[in-house]
Nanobody
Framework: QVQLVESGGGLVQPGGSLRLACVASGSISSINTMGWHRQAPGKQRELVAA???????NYADSVKGRFTISRDNAKNTVYLQMNNLKPEDTAVYYC?????????????WGQGTQVTVSS
């Protein structure tokens, strides 16, 4: 089992910054891709950013140039630095981890952390 705990959400004004952190614990040796998704009320959950163990990254077009995902493998932690936040970024942000064990892929989700960007 893999447990993911997010932190760093909160209320921020437009143009402000937040840094989210996700710490993975449990059976983490086979985790490769980690990332962040977000879900606003009434909308589908969408990919924000993802990063592999090797450091390859992928971003949603809406956050490119504003958000940066990074990973500290020694600390089993993935970060999302969010700059120049917009009201449209308001959502619950979820940490995601993909693990392959015995050739079987599994996906794990954190509980989510609320990010609110007020006007």
């Amino acid at each position: 089992q893999v447990q993911l705990v997010e932190s760093g959400g909160g209320l921020v004004q437009p143009g402000g910054s937040l840094r989210l952190a996700c710490v993975a614990s449990g059976s983490i040796s086979s985790i490769n891709t980690m990332g962040w998704h977000r879900q606003a009320p009434g909308k589908q959950r969408e990919l924000v950013a993802a990063i592999t163990t090797g450091g390859s990254t992928n971003y949603a077009d809406s956050v490119k140039g504003r958000f940066t995902i990074s990973r500290d493998n020694a600390k089993n932690t993935v970060y999302l630095q969010m700059n120049n936040l917009k009201p449209e970024d308001t959502a619950v942000y979820y940490c995601k981890a993909d693990r392959v064990r015995f050739g079987i892929p599994s996906t794990y989700w954190g509980q989510g952390t609320q990010v609110t960007v007020s006007s």
